[in-house]
C-alpha cells in the first residue's frame, strides 16, 4: 500500500492543490485550511451554500498565496502569508469560535465580488488553538479550519468500488481528502487504528461523515444528489453516509508520495 496523492486547501472550501510532499504539523498538514473565510457575523462561509467557491483555485506562490479564478486566471488577487491589515477577530466555524487575524483589505474586496455579498479572508495564528473533538482525539489535538480533525484518508479503491454504482463517475476531489491510499481493498481504511506513512505514525480516530458539500461538483460549481444518494444506499451508519477516515498524527515530519503504509494495528 501506497500513499499515492496528497492534497491540500490552505482556504477552506476553496480549490485543493496536489504536493508532492507535505510537513505534518499539529494542525495538520502545513498550510492546510489555515484561512477562512467570513461573513458579516464573523461566521465561517463554505460551498455548502455558495457553490461558486468551487471554481476559485489557490496556488502557493513565493509571495503569498495567489487566489484565481479557474475559468480566468488573471482574475487573481495575492494574499500575504502575514497578514497586512492583522485586526484580531474571534471567528465562528461550527460550534467552535476561534481566535484568527484578518489578511488584507484587496483579499476582502476581490473574494466580495465574486463571491456576490460581503466577505472576509482571515488567517489561522500559530497561537490558536482549536482543540479537535475530545470525544475522538484522546490527547488534546488541536486542528485548523478544517471540520473536525488534523487529518482525512481514503483509498483509491473505495472511490473505485463507488465509481462502479454510479451513471457518472467523480474524481477523488469530491471528499477533499489530505492523503489517498492506492492498492487496497475498498474500504479497507475502515478497518485500520493504528497506521504508518514513511516514517510518521497517525491513529484513525473516527469515520467521516460527509455532508451536501460533496454534491457540488468542482469542476462546474452546481449541485446535484449524488454521491449523497447512492453512498447512502451502502454507506449509512447510524443516520450518517460515512466515507474516508479522519486522522491525528502520533509524531511529525514529511510525508511524500509513494511513501509505503504499514499498518500498525
Known amino acids: 500500500?501506497?500513499?499515492?496523492?496528497?492534497?491540500i486547501y490552505p482556504v477552506k472550501s476553496l480549490g485543493g492543490i496536489r504536493l508532492k510532499e507535505a510537513k505534518t504539523e499539529n494542525k495538520g498538514l502545513q498550510y492546510d485550511r489555515r484561512w477562512l473565510i467570513i461573513d458579516?457575523?464573523?461566521?465561517?462561509?463554505t460551498q455548502?451554500?455558495?457553490?461558486?467557491?468551487a471554481l476559485i483555485d489557490v496556488s502557493l506562490e513565493q509571495d503569498g498565496l495567489k487566489i484565481f479564478e479557474r475559468n480566468d486566471p488573471q482574475n487573481s488577487i495575492t494574499a500575504a502569508y502575514e497578514p497586512v491589515s492583522g485586526e484580531n477577530l474571534t471567528v465562528k466555524i461550527w460550534d467552535d469560535l476561534a481566535e484568527a487575524v484578518t489578511v488584507s483589505d484587496e483579499a476582502d474586496q476581490w473574494?466580495?465580488?465574486?463571491?456576490?455579498?460581503?466577505?472576509?479572508?482571515?488567517m489561522m495564528p500559530e497561537s490558536t488553538e482549536r482543540k479537535a473533538d475530545p470525544k475522538y482525539a484522546k490527547n488534546g489535538e488541536i486542528v485548523s479550519f478544517a471540520d473536525g480533525y488534523p487529518f482525512l484518508v481514503?483509498?483509491?479503491?473505495?472511490?473505485?468500488?463507488l465509481?462502479?454504482?454510479?451513471?457518472?463517475p467523480i474524481s477523488m476531489v469530491r471528499?477533499?481528502?489530505?492523503f489517498v491510499i492506492s492498492e487496497t481493498a475498498p474500504f479497507e481504511e475502515d478497518q485500520w487504528k493504528r497506521i504508518r506513512i514513511g516514517e510518521l505514525d497517525f491513529e484513525i480516530v473516527k469515520p467521516c461523515a460527509r455532508c451536501v458539500l460533496t454534491t457540488v461538483d468542482p469542476a462546474t460549481g452546481q449541485k446535484g444528489p449524488e454521491p449523497l444518494k447512492t453512498l447512502a444506499s451502502y454507506r449509512r451508519v447510524n443516520n450518517k453516509v460515512l466515507f474516508g477516515q479522519n486522522l491525528v498524527a502520533s509524531n511529525f515530519g514529511v510525508v511524500k508520495e509513494g511513501d509505503v503504509l504499514e499498518v500498525i494495528e
Open 1 to 7: 500500500m501506497r500513499l499515492s496523492e496528497i492534497w
Open 40 to 45: 458579516d457575523n464573523n461566521t465561517f462561509i
Open 48 to 53: 455548502r451554500v455558495f457553490h461558486q467557491m
Open 111 to 122: 473574494l466580495s465580488a465574486q463571491i456576490g455579498q460581503n466577505v472576509r479572508l482571515v
Open 154 to 161: 481514503i483509498s483509491q479503491a473505495s472511490l473505485d468500488d
Open 163 to 168: 465509481n462502479t454504482r454510479l451513471q457518472e
Open 175 to 178: 471528499f477533499r481528502p489530505n
